[in-house]
């Protein structure tokens, strides 16, 4: 019993000295502060990870107020806390003009209309991954897109759905860039693509020109008509795939990519 | 004399807290990407090592002991460590400004830190004096001030190194740091 009274006893006092300690120091070495930096160090997450580069939160939001960093360094919160900070101090997030959004595209247009079966049917289970190592599939195509929605599933916006002929696709303004489905198809035919891209080569077969002209009526079989048809190199041709080069078919007109459009034999440049 | 300077080498080299004890690793990679924030970092910490070690000394030899609360330790320490770096830090940003710029905003970084808790504990648990303390601490917070250093400077350099993609920002640091611990075991026989 006298040990606990002890023990109580002397962690009580102990507190208490310091607690009046603390409340002494506090009047006597108060400091004036900018009630702004604590609205700001409110809003960040507060974790103190010091990712940002400051010594934590705290500093963070000292130095976004008094040295004029941007919200932005802070890799933590989110969009809007990061809008919400820059707007209590009257500030905006400059986003960097020159800067365009990337938007997820899939490069196949081989749906079971155009697209041969080697297989009847497939009873496995329903993932593009496990389809694609169980011998290849059952659309005779080893590059096209097998339909499972793998992407669909990963995508963690809800951008991308299957349509009717059971090929995904992305909706441009929901999708965030982040190019999860990039990396979970299992035939890498999800690419990232400029938002203002305008003509597209949606293949993705890089068989030799016979094999792709059996297995899919919407295959490019690497003439290379295209290539040839436009000077400025908006399209290149390699592993029997032409593709388009997004940063010169910017500088090339609607009219002539749409010319070039109609000469491909297989019809499958298409130009918005 | 030798008694004190071999337990600053000890603390500094041999068992370094970041490199040999694994202790204060959160500011280890936090505060590591900058030279200058390192070096404010290391000092802090280093002052703070300072004054925990008096202060947890003074706490063990006059309160805990002779009452037979050595059970009482942790919240003792934890207790006293917190105040009394709050208490250090408002003193400091009112009376010079250029000081807490450089020390005072990583004070509340450190008050719990476990760096600064194993530091008491150790104190405690090789029954060091006063003066052997205070060394003991010096010691560490130099130790902890060189790797912190070290690994900023490498950090610096690695930002313009080909990393391949996986193994960009935390996991190469990682991989770094246990590099910089096995150099730092070659210590081990620097004392015999």
Known sequence: ?272 | MVEYILIFISAALINNFVLSYFLGICPFFGVSKKTSSAVSMGLAVTFVMTITAIVTNLLNTYFLKPFDLTYLTYVAFILVIASLVQVVEMFVKKTSKPLYNILGIYLPLITTNCAIFGLALFGQLRDYGLMQNIFFALGAGFGFTLALVIMSGIREELEFADVPKYFQGVPIAFLTAGSLALAFMGFAGLIS
């Open chain 1, 1 to 272: 019993m006298q040990n606990i009274m002890i023990a109580v006893l002397g962690m009580s006092i102990l507190g208490l000295f310091w607690a009046l300690v603390l409340v002494f120091a506090n009047k006597q070495f108060f400091v004036k502060e900018d009630p702004l930096v604590e609205k700001v160090i409110e809003s960040l997450p507060g974790v103190n990870c010091g990712a940002c580069g400051f010594a934590g939160c705290g500093a963070c939001g000292d130095a976004i107020v008094t040295k004029k960093e941007s919200p932005t360094i802070c890799p933590v919160c989110n969009d809007q806390t990061k809008e919400d900070i820059a707007e209590m101090l009257g500030r905006k997030i400059v986003k960097d003009p020159n800067q365009i959004k990337l938007i997820a595209k899939v490069h196949c247009a081989g749906s079971k209309k155009y697209l041969k079966l080697r297989a009847e049917k497939y009873n496995g289970y329903p993932s593009c991954a496990v389809e694609n190592i169980t011998g290849g599939g059952t659309k005779a195509c080893t590059y096209g897109c097998l339909g499972h929605g793998d992407c669909v599933k990963v995508c963690p916006v809800e951008a991308i759905a299957m349509n009717s002929d059971g090929l995904p696709v992305v909706d441009e303004q929901k999708c965030i860039s982040c190019e999860k489905c990039v990396l979970e198809c299992p035939r890498s035919i999800i690419k990232m693509v400029p938002e203002n891209q305008e003509v597209f080569i949606l293949c993705s077969s890089k068989d030799p020109g016979k094999v792709a002209r059996q297995v899919c009526d919407v295959s490019c079989i690497g003439c290379g008509i295209c290539v040839k048809n436009e000077e400025q190199g908006s399209f290149q041709l390699k592993d029997f795939l032409a593709t388009v080069d997004y940063q010169n078919s910017q500088k090339v007109s609607l009219e002539k990519l749409r010319e070039v459009a109609t000469k491909c034999p297989r019809k499958i440049i298409t130009v918005k």
